[in-house]
C-alpha cells in the first residue's frame, strides 16, 4: 500500500491560489515611449499574441507542476508485508584479543597456516551470523580495552569491523580484567534478559587496572554470564639450522584464571587447540536457550517521491524554456 509521510503538506495545494487572491497585486508604472512604426514592431506584436492566447496552457501545466510538488513533498511510501522479527531478548557481547601473541601461525584454515586472529575472525564471523534476533557487540582488547560496536542487531556491521581489527591495534600487552570491566560497563543497565560475555585470549592478564578475579565478581553481580575460550595450539614443530625443535605456543595461556572467571559467573570455560575445535565451541555457545520476547514487526519501505519530483522539474524546465523563447 502507498503510505505518505508527511501528509499535512496536503493543505499547501492551494497556496498559489491563495497567494494569487489575496496578495496586492504588483504596481506597474507606465513610462512614456515613442514608437517608431518598423516592420519589427508587427513580428514582436505577433509573439506577443502568441504568448497570451497560449496564457491558460501555460497556467495549467504549472498548476499540474505545483501539484506534483507538492505530491512529492508528502513524501510518498510503499509499504511491504508486515515481516516477522525474532527477537532473543539476549545482550551479547563478544570480546577479542589483539595482543601480539595472537600472531602466532598455529592455526590451519584452508590447508594453509595462519595466525590465531585471522581463524579467530573467520569462526567467530560465522558465529556472529547466526545469532539472529541478539543484539551484539563488539570489544577489542589489548594493552587497553575499547568497545569497537555498542549492542546493535546490525550483525553485518559487527562483522566488518571486527574482519578489520588488526594485532597490536589496542596494544602488544593484554588487559583481561579491563575487558570484562568495559564489557559490565555496557551491559549492566540493559533491560535484556540474559546478558553473555564471550572472551577470547591466548595469555594472561598482563595490563590494565582491574584484575581478572575482581572484574568477574563484578560482573556476577550483575548477572553478567562470561563464556571464557583459550586459544592457541599445545604443541607446535619449529624448524631451524639446528633441526626441528617441539614447542609449546600456548605456554603464557592462563588457564586457572580463565576457568576462575567463567566458574564465577556461571559461564564455561572452552579450550581451542585448532580450528576445528574453536568452531565446535562457537556451535555449542549457539546452544544458549534465549529468552523469548513479544514477536516484533517491521514493514519495509521504498521511497517513491523522486517520481513525483522529477516530473514536476521537468513541467518547470518546460515552462521556462517556452517563456525564455516568447520574450525573445
Not at 513580428?43 to 504549472?62: F, G, H, T, V
Not at 590465531?116 to 567467530?124: C, E, I
Not at 556461571?266 to 514477536?295: C, H, M, N, S
Not at 514493514?299 to 520574450?327: D, H
Request: glycine letters at 6%; charged letters at 25%; a neutral charge.
Amino acid at each position: 500500500m502507498i503510505h505518505f509521510a508527511w501528509p499535512w503538506l496536503f493543505f499547501c495545494l492551494p497556496l498559489p491560489w491563495l497567494v494569487r487572491r489575496f496578495a496586492p497585486a504588483a504596481n506597474t508604472v507606465e513610462q512614456a515611449a515613442l514608437k517608431v512604426p518598423f516592420l519589427d514592431d508587427f513580428s514582436i506584436a505577433e509573439a506577443q499574441n502568441i504568448a497570451s492566447s497560449s496564457k491558460p496552457w501555460l497556467l495549467w501545466l504549472a498548476s499540474v507542476a505545483w501539484c506534483l510538488l507538492v505530491l512529492a513533498a508528502m513524501r510518498p511510501q510503499w509499504l511491504g508485508e508486515p515481516i516477522e522479527q525474532g527477537i532473543s531478548g539476549r545482550d551479547l557481547m563478544l570480546a577479542v584479543d589483539l595482543s601480539g601473541s595472537m600472531e602466532e601461525r598455529d592455526f590451519i584454515v584452508a590447508k594453509r597456516r595462519v595466525d590465531r586472529l585471522t581463524a579467530t575472525k573467520q569462526v567467530a564471523g560465522e558465529f556472529i551470523e547466526r545469532r539472529v534476533g541478539d543484539r551484539i557487540g563488539l570489544i577489542l582488547f589489548g594493552s587497553n580495552a575499547y568497545l569497537q560496536t555498542p549492542l546493535t542487531f546490525d550483525r553485518k556491521t559487527v562483522q566488518t569491523l571486527l574482519n578489520e581489527a588488526f594485532i597490536t591495534l589496542a596494544g602488544e600487552s593484554t588487559a583481561i580484567g579491563d575487558a570484562i570491566g568495559l564489557a559490565v560497563k555496557r551491559l549492566k543497565d540493559q533491560q535484556a534478559e540474559s546478558r553473555v560475555l564471550i572472551l577470547l585470549t591466548d595469555g594472561a592478564n598482563t595490563a590494565g587496572k582491574v584484575t581478572p578475579i575482581k572484574a568477574a565478581e563484578l560482573a556476577a553481580q550483575y548477572q553478567l554470564k562470561i563464556y571464557t575460550i583459550g586459544i592457541g595450539a599445545d604443541e607446535m614443530i619449529i624448524r631451524s639450522f639446528f633441526g626441528s625443535q617441539k614447542v609449546n605456543p600456548s605456554r603464557d595461556l592462563d588457564e586457572k584464571t580463565l576457568t576462575a572467571i567463567a566458574e564465577k559467573t556461571g559461564g564455561q570455560y572452552f579450550r581451542a587447540r585448532d580450528t576445528d575445535e574453536l568452531q565446535q565451541i562457537y556451535q555449542l555457545l549457539d546452544e544458549l536457550e534465549p529468552v523469548e520476547k513479544d514477536k516484533q514487526f517491521f514493514r519495509p519501505r521504498s521511497e517513491l517521491f523522486y517520481w513525483p519530483l522529477a516530473f514536476a522539474l521537468m513541467l518547470a524546465g518546460i515552462i521556462s524554456i517556452m517563456r525564455l523563447r516568447w520574450a525573445g
